[in-house]
């Protein structure tokens, strides 16, 4: 089963492939999503689907609070709640 993150504090820099590639290192990325203004501008949050469970943990250990283009990222896991991407 897929776990949904939520990742924030995002550089303005950040792309969809970007987070692909980064979340990527820990398992197979199912999909990404950055938030975005109805002009199209990022939020500088988004989500990333890991495909299984132990995926994610490994990638919020190693990347919450890590480096992204000079922001420290904030990584965990997504509410319940939250919609799942399309």
Known sequence: MSTLLHVGNLPISA????????????????????????????????????????DAKA???RLNLADFDGRLMAVYKALTSVLRLQ
């Open 59 to 61: 990638a919020v250990e």
């Open 15 to 54: 792309t969809e492939e970007m987070l692909a590639a980064k979340f990527g290192q820990f398992g197979p990325v199912v999909s990404t999503r950055i938030s975005r203004d109805s002009a199209g501008r990022s939020l500088r949050a988004g989500f990333v689907e890991m495909s299984t469970a132990a």
